[in-house]
């Protein structure tokens, strides 16, 4: 049985600190993944950026509520519904997804989770557990599932290698140079190509 695991942000929809930072003034709040391979430093950073602004889960929820997955992104899903089994692997939070989620037609995520005050403040993060993405593609490798595995960022590194095959998609130039020998693919369609070629 044949599985495609994909990354979320970046990939299927914008990413959602960006779409903030823009919504905010917040610059500090436009690094992500892409920039930062250690996520624990990275989320520290705009934990801490969230106290300083008084900035609490709903005003986050304010600014995901207006955004929509990128250009192409459910009729890429819908075709890989209808050759596979779909998993999102991300690193996005469950107080985050399910406004995209439903515009992508609920596929299957797993994700992490915000701890969150009485308040509305975002107090700390809790990992569905530790190098998730490269356990659950190894999980589902050992239910003798074949997995293919997308996504952009350095967080996305670890299950594109552990995957049976894979590719980055719309990787950032450094990216790209350092990690050479992963294809890198920029539109849906080459995107698909590989998957097909996978599933074939």
Same mark, same amino acid.
């Given at each position: 049985?044949?599985?495609v695991? %994909? /990354?979320?942000?970046?990939? *299927?929809?914008?990413?959602?600190? #960006? !779409?903030?930072?823009?919504?905010?003034?917040?610059a500090? +709040?436009?690094?992500?993944?892409?920039?930062e391979?250690?996520?624990?430093k990275?989320?520290?950073?705009?934990?801490?950026?969230?106290a300083?602004?008084?900035?609490?889960?709903?005003?986050?929820?304010?600014?995901i509520?207006?955004?929509?997955?990128?250009?192409?992104?459910?009729?890429?899903?819908?075709?890989?519904k209808?050759?596979?089994?779909?998993?999102i692997?991300?690193?996005?939070?469950?107080?985050?997804?399910?406004?995209?989620?439903?515009? %992508? /037609?609920w596929p299957?995520l *797993?994700?992490?989770t915000?701890? #969150? !005050?009485?308040?509305g403040?975002?107090?700390?993060?809790? +990992?569905?557990?530790?190098?998730g993405?490269?356990?659950?593609?190894?999980?589902?490798?050992?239910?003798n599932?074949?997995v293919?595995?997308a996504?952009?960022?350095?967080n996305d590194l670890?299950?594109?290698r552990e995957?049976?095959a894979?590719?980055?998609?719309?990787?950032p130039?450094?990216?790209?140079?350092?990690?050479?020998?992963?294809?890198?693919?920029?539109a849906?369609?080459?995107?698909?190509?590989?998957?097909?070629?996978?599933?074939?």
């Open positions: 049985m044949n599985l695991c %994909l /990354d979320l942000e970046g990939v *299927l929809v914008p990413e959602i600190w #960006i !779409a903030v930072s823009s919504a905010t003034g917040i500090e +709040l436009r690094r992500t993944t892409r920039d391979p250690d996520y624990d990275l989320m520290r950073f705009r934990l801490d950026l969230l300083k602004h008084k900035l609490k889960l709903g005003d986050i929820q304010r600014v509520s207006g955004m929509a997955p990128l250009e192409g992104a459910c009729e890429f899903t819908r075709a890989v209808e050759r596979s089994q779909l998993i692997l991300s690193d996005t939070f469950e107080q985050f997804a399910k406004p995209l989620m439903k515009q %992508l /037609d299957t *797993l994700c992490n915000l701890e #969150i !005050a009485d308040d403040t975002v107090s700390g993060y809790r +990992l569905r557990q530790q190098n993405k490269k356990e659950a593609v190894r999980a589902f490798k050992s239910l599932m074949r293919f595995a996504g952009d960022s350095f670890a299950m594109i995957a049976d894979g590719c980055l998609f719309r990787a130039e450094p990216i790209r140079k350092d990690y050479a020998y992963i294809p890198c693919v920029d849906f369609n080459d995107l698909l190509v590989q998957i097909n070629n996978f599933l074939s």
